[in-house]
């Protein structure tokens, strides 16, 4: 193979060293490349991987002699057309001379030779296979462009009968190369397109190029467009045939046919498009045509059109905008554009807003734009209009129902969802009698539907049913929507949940119906009280003086236990009212509980179970022991009525932090922790009526004899007076849950547990002064026996400003002044005031049944002043007024 330089290599085979290096010296003067081998099976490798221009070798050598390498050589495809001469030491060896040509070689020289000799072959050798080469080379260029060309390629004698063809010939005509060769091109050419075709061709033949376009019939009948080029085929100067290409011109034509087709609908689309449309030059701006559309929308004439740039119909604040738009269309690949909406300007002057769909194009060697323009103001306006009623139904606090007119809910907003518990997706399409009670359901067919139907409106108040199964009110306005041509459309019910301001309302009526109550159950409590505190503590006088008769002592016993439970009765009147002294203190419900375990069992019947479920963590809260007893003691009694057949009574706790849900149903409780005393029962439940009233004072379900309606009225006073609430939740056969809310108090449980007294209990006598205050004539002479027969000297008065003069001109000492609070010119804590300014040194004892102002009860509360409840016996006088004096002072 010939080196980069373009010199022919030559491969030298010989196994004589001195000969090979001679030869080599006398190759390379005249210019040739040599590479060396000693024996045939090295030349043959080197052969491989170097082809050679020319091979020379000895015949005669070792390993693989020259005869050998030869057919080798010719035995392998690549290297077979490699010239070789055959040198001979041996000469006139007729036989090796025959086998060498036998086997391929192309020469064979004997010694001796002359070094020219040899070289003249060398050289001859060369230059042949050089242009036995480029001659295969130009073939295999020719067969190439001839074979693989994708236009069709032919030649013809100068009858025009074809002499050879391509196989792009046969792709183009669909006749084989044998069914072309001999026959005439006039066979299929285009009758109209024959004359020109014939004449060009003969202008071919004659020696004159040819380019022109005709037609021929495919076989199947399809007819081709073609531009044909013919040249005459010269040899020896003589013109011989004719030479020719053929280009398939079918598809570019019909390319431009449908171009011409779109460009005239284009136009016609242009023209009579009832939308603004216009074209304008990417680089100037400038229109350059308009349709009819735009002249009537915009109000410029053509011409007027014609003299504008797009810059003219936009506002001069959106022009910035505009022009930064324009360059990145101008930047970019993409020639269809959807630009969103613009403002324009009409020559009146008028703003309106349009779509802009655009389309760039070439017109006329201009890269240009086409725009179609879409008013759509109006719809603007009309989408900002649906926007704005969409935001309003979406976030307007009363739930809009959408109906038809059979009552399918159509639509349905948030505000919906949350009133009614359902989500958008569960009632659409749903009957809205899902969110009504059977009752209601039919009242909305016969009366609200057909009124909105007849009317076109109805409002009231209706109750309905959420998902959940609770109930509610709400404040519905139902209205007939109608369509564009007035028909009837649909119904939108527009509901206020007003269930939170209904239960406030009934929470109202029966506070005020309670507290008239309330303040009529006190006052009567309060004179009750002072009359059974004459009678308790005269009877127990009476018996310590009639120790012999033992008839009358019963009598008077009876007296006294009377009284005793008149007293209890006025002290559950007094609870409910709100009216009493407690004494509340932080303490733990579970200690409470569990401390009347034993108690409450007995209680109860042997077929009613009792279970406890006692939260471990429970938050403190401050109530009177002995009142949240009282309230365990009648809601456990409550229910073991309702469970004549037994059943079971839970008591349970719990630390409660106030949820929307609970609010949302017991509006009345103020948001914050609670602590919760729940006592439930499976017994026979309550309707809603009898829930309306089970608190108030003497109202009982009970056979007569059976009860005195005090026991949840007493529940409702202590846990209000308390800080609490109280709620209760039942349906008939489900038994009933009676839900108390104390609230939380940080401080630590005072614990309830009962200790034993290391010390016994004072016996009552004495020998100081007491000042004893009571407006009560019958109370007074009472409490001054008692107190004198202890051995007490008492200074008395009926009212507050005696009392106050006593206070200031008695000589002797007052150990203690024993008052009512209630009384006439002032209160007893007001007189107490007074009256320590003159003696601070005098111990106060409050007593009283009842008291009605809230502040005043507060005060003695937050003080722990000494107090004695009426009605008192004798004994529980002198107890306590021996304990008050007993006590050590303030420090």
């Not at 290599?9 to 003067?29: G, H, S, Y």
């Not at 100068?158 to 006039?186: D, M």
């Not at 002057?349 to 201009?366: A, D, F, K, P, Y």
């Not at 019958?778 to 009392?803: C, H, I, K, W």
Request: aromatic residues 6%; proline residues 5%; hydrophobic residues 40%.
């Amino acid at each position: 193979m010939s080196d980069d330089k373009g010199s022919p290599t030559i491969l030298l085979v010989n196994d004589l060293p001195d000969q090979l290096e001679v030869t080599a010296f006398l190759l390379k003067r005249e210019g040739y490349r040599v590479i060396g081998a000693l024996n045939g099976e090295e030349a043959f490798h080197l052969a491989q991987f170097d082809p050679p221009d020319l091979i020379v070798s000895d015949v005669a050598m070792p390993v693989m002699d020259g005869i050998e390498l030869c057919r080798r050589i010719r035995a392998t495809s690549h290297l077979a057309p490699t010239p070789i001469i055959l040198l001979s030491a041996i000469r006139k060896d007729v036989p090796s001379m025959v086998e060498a040509l036998q086997v391929g070689a192309d020469d064979y020289v004997e010694a001796p030779y002359d070094p020219r000799f040899l070289l003249a072959k060398v050289r001859l050798l060369v230059e042949k296979n050089r242009a036995e080469k480029a001659l295969q080379a130009s073939r295999e260029r020719y067969k190439s462009l001839f074979e693989y060309n994708p236009d069709a390629v032919y030649s013809f004698d100068l009858e025009g009968r074809f002499v050879e063809v391509n196989p792009a010939c046969h792709k183009l005509s669909g006749y084989t190369r044998e069914e072309l060769i001999g026959s005439s091109f006039t066979t299929l050419i285009v009758p109209e397109e024959l004359p020109q075709t014939v004449q060009r061709f003969r202008q071919a033949a004659e020696g004159e190029p040819q380019n022109y376009e005709t037609a021929i019939y495919h076989k199947d009948g399809r007819r081709i467009e073609l531009n044909v080029t013919n040249m005459p085929i010269i040899v020896d100067g003589q013109i011989v045939g004719v030479f020719g290409i053929a280009k398939d011109l079918t598809e570019q034509k019909r390319v431009q046919r449908a171009l011409r087709e779109s460009e005239a609908r284009y136009r016609l689309l242009f023209e009579s498009n009832p939308l603004p449309m216009w074209v304008y030059d990417l680089e100037t701006l400038a229109f350059l045509d308009v349709n009819e559309a735009a002249i009537r929308h915009y109000g410029y004439s053509r011409e007027e059109f014609l003299s504008m740039t797009i810059q003219d119909i936009r506002p001069r604040e959106d022009l910035s905008t505009l022009m930064n738009r324009v360059k990145h269309i101008a930047d970019s690949d993409q020639r269809y554009h959807r630009s969103g909406v613009w403002r324009h300007r009409k020559k009146d002057g008028t703003i309106i807003e349009v779509e802009i769909i655009s389309h760039i194009l070439e017109l006329n060697g201009r890269r240009s734009k086409l725009v179609l323009a879409n008013d759509v103001t109006e719809k603007r306006r009309a989408e900002e209009a649906l926007r704005r009623q969409a935001l309003v139904f979406d976030t307007i606090y009363d739930g809009v129902i959408v109906t038809d007119l059979q009552g399918r809910i159509t639509d349905w907003n948030p505000a919906a969802e949350r009133i009614f518990g359902y989500a958008k997706a569960e009632v659409l399409g749903q009957d809205s009698s899902l969110l009504y009670s059977a009752e209601i359901s039919e009242q909305i067919d016969a009366e609200i539907r057909e009124t909105v139907l007849t009317e076109g409106r109805w409002e009231g108040e209706i109750a309905f049913k959420r998902k959940d199964g609770t109930t509610g009110t709400a404040d519905s306005i139902f209205v007939l929507q109608r369509d564009g041509q007035g028909n009837p459309l649909s119904i939108v019910g527009v509901n206020r949940d007003i269930t939170p301001r209904k239960q406030l309302e009934d929470q109202l009526r029966q506070a005020q119906k309670m507290e008239a109550v309330g303040r009529l159950a006190g006052g009567v409590a309060h004179d009750f009280n002072n009359l059974l505190t004459a009678i308790i503590g005269y009877a127990d006088l009476a018996l310590r003086r009639v120790r012999e008769d033992e008839s009358l002592r019963r009598q008077i016993a009876e007296i006294k236990k009377s009284a005793e439970r008149a007293a209890n009765l006025t002290r559950q009147l007094l609870a409910f009212s709100r009216k009493q002294i407690i004494q509340p203190k932080p303490l733990n419900l579970n200690e409470v509980v569990e401390d009347m375990g034993k108690m409450l069992q007995r209680l109860l019947t042997e077929n009613i179970e009792l279970r406890l479920e006692l939260y471990p963590d429970l938050w403190p809260t401050k109530v009177d022991p002995s009142q949240i007893e009282q309230v365990i003691v009648n809601l456990a009694v409550n229910a073991r009525d309702a469970m004549p057949n037994g059943g079971l009574l839970t008591i349970r706790t719990a630390n409660i932090e106030t949820e929307e849900s609970l609010l949302r149903h017991h509006p009345f409780i103020a948001p914050g922790k609670y602590v919760l005393l729940e006592v439930a029962d499976t017994g026979c439940g309550m309707d809603e009526e009898v829930q309306r009233h089970i608190f108030e004072p003497f109202f009982t379900t009970k056979e007569p004899g059976k009860g005195t309606g005090l026991g949840l009225s007493t529940v409702y006073g202590i846990v209000k007076q308390s800080g609490g609430y109280v709620t209760v939740h039942s349906r008939p056969g489900e038994g009933a849950i009676f839900r108390i809310y104390l609230p939380q108090v940080i401080a630590e449980a005072a614990s309830h547990r009962k200790r034993q007294s290391s010390t016994p209990a004072p016996q009552g006598y004495g020998n100081e002064t007491i000042l004893l205050v009571e407006d009560e004539e019958s109370v007074r002479r009472m409490a001054r026996a008692t107190l004198e027969e202890f051995g007490y000297v008492v200074l008395e008065a009926s009212n507050p400003r005696q009392a106050l003069r006593i206070c200031r001109e008695h000589r002797g000492t007052i150990d203690l002044m024993l008052t009512d609070i209630v009384m006439p010119q002032m209160s007893g804590h007001e007189l107490s005031l007074q009256a320590k300014a003159l003696r601070p040194r005098m111990r106060i004892l409050f007593t009283s049944g009842y008291m009605d102002d809230e502040n005043l009860r507060r005060d003695l509360l937050s003080e722990d002043k000494p107090f004695l409840e009426k009605p008192f016996a004798p004994d529980a006088l002198v107890r306590k007024v021996r304990e008050t004096l007993d006590a050590p002072r303030p420090a």
